[in-house]
């Protein structure tokens, strides 16, 4: 079965950092782009982040410089490493495969459309 989980979020005071992981099981991510996304109450949901099969990364303008993407193949996860959290960074964390080498951006931003596998969401709170 081709899955992904996500764990790590939980409640952080602004300025904080948490690191996210993305566990897949029933493939490998080695051939995968994976990206992060997260969807506020209330918003569409946003593309974070996203790292191609050869390593290169793709980052929001609203998490540039604070937040960084990285895999470890030998335990077939993605990491989102979280700094500098602020209250806006409240949401449900998401990551998703796409079956591509890699990804362009549109518009300046991650789009979802070539991301097939979701996982089931993880929850960051930051709030002191």
């Known amino acids: 079965q081709v899955q992904l989980v996500e764990s790590g979020g939980g409640l952080v005071q602004p300025g904080g950092s948490l690191r996210l992981s993305c566990e897949a099981s029933?493939?490998?991510?080695?051939?995968?782009?994976i990206g992060w996304f997260r969807q506020a109450p209330g918003k569409e949901r946003e593309g974070l982040s996203a790292t191609n099969i050869e390593g290169s990364t793709l980052y929001a303008a609203s998490v540039k410089g604070r937040f960084a993407i990285s895999r470890d193949g030998a335990k077939n996860t993605v990491y989102l490493q979280m700094n500098s959290l602020r209250p806006e960074d409240t949401a449900v964390y998401f990551c998703?495969?796409?079956?591509?080498?890699?990804?362009?951006?549109?518009?300046?931003?991650?789009?979802?459309?070539?991301?097939?596998?979701w996982g089931q969401g993880t929850q960051v709170t930051v709030s002191s």
């Open positions: 029933g493939f490998s991510l080695d051939t995968y782009t």
């Open positions: 998703a495969a796409a079956p591509y080498p890699a990804i362009a951006t549109m518009a300046g931003r991650i789009p979802e459309l070539p991301f097939n596998v």
